[in-house]
Nanobody
Framework: QVQLVELGGGLGQPGGSLRLSCAVS????????MGWYRQVPGKQRELVAV???????MYADSVEGRFTISRENSKKTAYLQMSTLKPEDTAVYYC?????????????????WGNGTLVTVSS
């Protein structure tokens, strides 16, 4: 059973930094895409950053230049380094992964989500 285990988050100060990590546990054939999304009450979940297997990255305009997504393939882990935090970064952050798994019927693509970790930016 594939699961995403998120660590990090908590309280950060405006202008400060926090780091999130997301580890993929369980048997996988490959991990194609890993990303971070965030959601605040009453709003839709929005993309924050994604990284593909080749290392290419994409960011939301609101975090470009402040957040950095990276991945460590040997550990099946992605990281989100958040810097120059703003109060509007307060949200529940969710890790997402597009994974190829091997089953009785062969290889198939699956989407997995973490349970979310709360990031609060406040002085």
């Amino acid at each position: 059973q594939v699961q995403l285990v998120e660590l990090g988050g908590g309280l950060g100060q405006p202008g400060g930094s926090l780091r999130l990590s997301c580890a993929v546990s369980g048997s996988t054939f490959s991990i194609n895409v890993m990303g971070w999304y965030r959601q605040v009450p009453g709003k839709q979940r929005e993309l924050v950053a994604v990284i593909v297997g080749g290392g290419h990255t994409m960011y939301a305009d609101s975090v470009e230049g402040r957040f950095t997504i990276s991945r460590e393939n040997s550990k099946k882990t992605a990281y989100l380094q958040m810097s120059t935090l703003k109060p509007e970064d307060t949200a529940v952050y969710y890790c997402h992964a597009k994974v190829i798994v091997a089953g009785e019927e062969g290889l198939r693509g699956m989407d997995y989500w973490g349970n979310g970790t709360l990031v609060t930016v406040s002085s």
